[in-house]
C-alpha cells in the first residue's frame, strides 16, 4: 500500500520510534531534517530485546543545513528482533519520523507506513484502536531508557467501559531495552 504522509512535528531536543525494524521482513528508514542553515548533529540510541545496541554508525549522525538524510536501519544494523530509536540532537535542530515497512515474506504486498515520533518516555499512553477482523500480527512494543526495570500492564478502553485483558500479562521490560507483547489473542 501507499504511505500516508506523516505529519510534519516541530524539531525537538529528542524523539523516541517503538517497534522499529532492521530484518527481512520488518525494516524501517529514520528520516532526519534540518530546518537550519547549519549543520545539525543527531545521536541515536537503539534498544534491542537485550539492552542497548553498538551502533556507532548512528552517533554523530550529521544533516546538513535544509536538508534531510535518510538512515536504512537493516542497511546499518541488521537484527531480527523488534528495536526502538532515542534520537538526540546533539547540536542544532533535528525534526525526525520514520518509514516503517513490514513484509510478510510469501504472504501478500508490502505494508508501510510513516510513523511520527513522540517526544519523551510515558508512564501512560493511549494507542489507537486496532480493526476488528484483521489478520494482521497484533504486537506490542515498550521501549525502557532508564535504569530500572518497568513493568507495562495493558487495558482496553471502549465506548462503554475500561478493562485489562484477561488473557494479557503483564509485561516485564529490563533496563534499557525493548520488549514486545502478543496481542493477537
Same mark, same amino acid.
Request: some cysteine; overall charge negative.
Given at each position: 500500500?501507499?504511505?500516508? /504522509?506523516?505529519?510534519?512535528? %516541530?524539531?525537538?531536543?529528542?524523539?523516541? +520510534?517503538?517497534? =522499529?525494524?532492521?530484518?527481512?521482513?520488518?525494516?524501517?528508514?529514520?528520516?532526519?531534517?534540518? *530546518?537550519?542553515?547549519?549543520?545539525? $548533529? /543527531?545521536?541515536?540510541?537503539?534498544?534491542?530485546?537485550?539492552?542497548?545496541?553498538?551502533? *556507532?554508525?548512528?552517533?554523530?549522525?550529521?544533516?546538513?543545513?535544509?536538508?534531510?538524510?535518510?538512515?536504512?536501519? /537493516? %542497511?546499518?544494523?541488521? &537484527?531480527?528482533?523488534?528495536?526502538?530509536?532515542?534520537?538526540?540532537? %546533539?547540536?542544532? &535542530? $533535528?525534526?525526525?519520523?520514520?518509514?516503517? &515497512? $513490514?513484509?510478510?515474506?510469501?504472504?501478500?504486498?508490502?505494508?508501510?507506513?510513516?510513523?511520527?515520533?513522540?517526544?519523551?518516555?510515558?508512564?501512560s499512553n493511549l494507542l489507537m484502536g486496532?480493526?476488528?477482523?484483521? #489478520? %494482521?500480527? &497484533? =504486537?506490542?512494543?515498550?521501549?525502557?531508557?532508564? *535504569?530500572?526495570? =518497568?513493568?507495562?500492564?495493558?487495558?482496553?478502553?471502549?465506548?462503554?467501559?475500561? +478493562?485489562?485483558?484477561? #488473557? =494479557?500479562?503483564?509485561?516485564?521490560?529490563?533496563?534499557?531495552?525493548?520488549?514486545?507483547?502478543?496481542?493477537?489473542?
Amino acid at each position: 500500500t501507499t504511505p500516508a /504522509a506523516a505529519t510534519c512535528l %516541530a524539531p525537538q531536543p529528542g524523539s523516541w +520510534f517503538t517497534g =522499529v525494524g532492521a530484518g527481512a521482513g520488518h525494516t524501517s528508514v529514520l528520516e532526519l531534517t534540518n *530546518p537550519d542553515s547549519g549543520t545539525a $548533529i /543527531a545521536d541515536v540510541l537503539v534498544y534491542g530485546r537485550h539492552g542497548l545496541v553498538d551502533a *556507532p554508525r548512528l552517533r554523530g549522525v550529521s544533516v546538513p543545513g535544509g536538508t534531510s538524510v535518510q538512515v536504512d536501519l /537493516a %542497511a546499518d544494523l541488521p &537484527r531480527r528482533d523488534e528495536l526502538s530509536l532515542d534520537v538526540v540532537a %546533539a547540536r542544532g &535542530r $533535528i525534526g525526525a519520523t520514520l518509514l516503517d &515497512r $513490514i513484509d510478510p515474506l510469501g504472504r501478500g504486498g508490502t505494508l508501510q507506513d510513516w510513523l511520527p515520533a513522540q517526544s519523551e518516555p510515558s508512564t501512560s499512553n493511549l494507542l489507537m484502536g486496532l480493526a476488528p477482523g484483521s #489478520d %494482521a500480527r &497484533r =504486537v506490542l512494543a515498550v521501549a525502557n531508557g532508564g *535504569p530500572d526495570e =518497568v513493568r507495562v500492564s495493558v487495558q482496553v478502553v471502549t465506548d462503554r467501559s475500561v +478493562f485489562t485483558p484477561k #488473557d =494479557v500479562p503483564d509485561l516485564r521490560v529490563p533496563p534499557q531495552s525493548t520488549a514486545k507483547l502478543n496481542l493477537s489473542g
